[in-house]
T-cell receptor
């Protein structure tokens, strides 16, 4: 069965520090998609990125970057030069193409606190 | 354009009462999903609709839960004889493409249900 683990329940850093949020997944499927979502205090989940299992290229979008490594089943998310507005709960999620549920399988989330 | 909307935003009810939660997906999105977010369980997938059909209802927590979708648009999640453990935020999402693939899901703001 599919599973997503976000071992860091809460991280607190000072503004401008770099921070990495870890995500480890388990799946028996060879074709799958990984996602990151942000949930700010307002509560609405905001899509950040999608990565398919055949594309291990790292991706950078502004201050955000993602490191996908199939060898370690990880899909980590790094925020460079963090800002207070980055404070939120971040969720990693998995979608299997061949099996599993029709919905996304989410990790428990990492609560990121950026202190000014 | 308009995003996913949900109503009510907050619902307080007494144990044993029935409640209806409504979701309006993004126009043109054929896939619609319900999730539940609670402190203990994190984000759980409940049910998925493709058009008006839900292929698999096994994710619903109990037979007190039911969902329907009409006209390929609005969906209603009904909880009968509510229990305190039903207290959670119920999130709705929609996507342009079917699940198990690349299509990202767009989430609504959720309905916070409190059962007294």
């Amino acid at each position: 069965a599919q599973k997503v683990t976000q071992a860091q329940t809460e991280i607190s850093v000072v503004e401008k520090e770099d921070v990495t949020l870890d995500c480890v997944y388990e799946t028996r499927d060879t074709t799958y998609y990984l996602f990151w979502y942000k949930q700010p205090p307002s509560g609405e989940l905001v899509f950040l990125i999608r990565r398919n299992s055949f594309d291990e290229q790292n991706e950078i979008s502004g201050r955000y970057s993602w490191n996908f490594q199939k060898s370690t089943s990880s899909f980590n998310f790094t925020i460079t030069a963090s800002q207070v507005v980055d404070s939120a709960v971040y969720f990693c999620a998995l979608s299997e193409v061949g099996g599993g549920a029709d919905g996304l399988t989410f990790g428990k989330g990492t609560h990121l606190i950026i202190q000014p | 354009g308009a995003g996913v909307s949900q109503s009510p935003s907050n619902k307080v009810t007494e144990k044993g009462k029935d409640v209806e939660l409504r979701c309006d997906p993004i126009s043109g999105h054929t896939a619609l999903y319900w999730y539940r977010q609670s402190l203990g369980q994190g984000l759980e997938f409940l049910i998925y609709f493709q058009g008006n059909s839900a292929p698999d209802k096994s994710g619903l927590p109990s037979d007190r839960f039911s969902a329907e979708r009409t006209g390929g648009s609005v969906s209603t999640l009904t909880i009968q004889r509510t229990q305190q453990e039903d207290s959670a935020v119920y999130l709705c999402a929609s996507s342009l493409f079917p699940p198990r693939g690349a299509g990202e899901q767009f989430f609504g703001p959720g309905t916070r249900l409190t059962v007294l």
